[in-house]
């Protein structure tokens, strides 16, 4: 199994970026999808969750409003849209499959928000 991201980069406060992770070896749609996050010298921060029943999704109170997740099951891909990025949300965005205690990682990538 392996989660691929991609879609990080400089943007400026205020702007928008589209993170993508491509899974392998298994079906996003069987899997509880999130992201999370992570800045130099802080632990790793859960940001949004799509589970794989239900229609809900869940969103950590620091992006709520401003960051969606979605899940394009064709392309085996979980996406997070990100709007009216801050300085604060600069960090490494990594991808995280979860079923039953088994998790899945990807490397990361890396999002920087800057003037």
């Known amino acids: 199994a392996r989660l691929v991201e991609s879609g990080g980069g400089l943007v400026q406060p205020g702007g928008s970026l589209r993170l993508s992770c491509v899974a392998s070896g298994f079906r996003v749609s069987t899997y509880n999808m999130s992201w999370y996050r992570q800045s130099p010298g802080k632990e790793r921060e859960w940001v949004a969750r799509?589970?794989?029943?239900?229609?809900?999704?869940y969103y950590a109170e620091s992006v709520k409003g401003r960051f969606t997740i979605s899940r394009d099951n064709p392309k085996n891909t979980v996406h997070l849209q990100m709007n009216s990025l801050q300085p604060e949300d600069t960090a490494k965005y990594y991808c995280n499959a979860e079923r039953y205690s088994i998790h899945y990682w990807g490397q990361g990538t890396q999002v920087a928000v800057s003037a």
């Open positions: 799509i589970p794989r029943t239900g229609d809900l999704v």
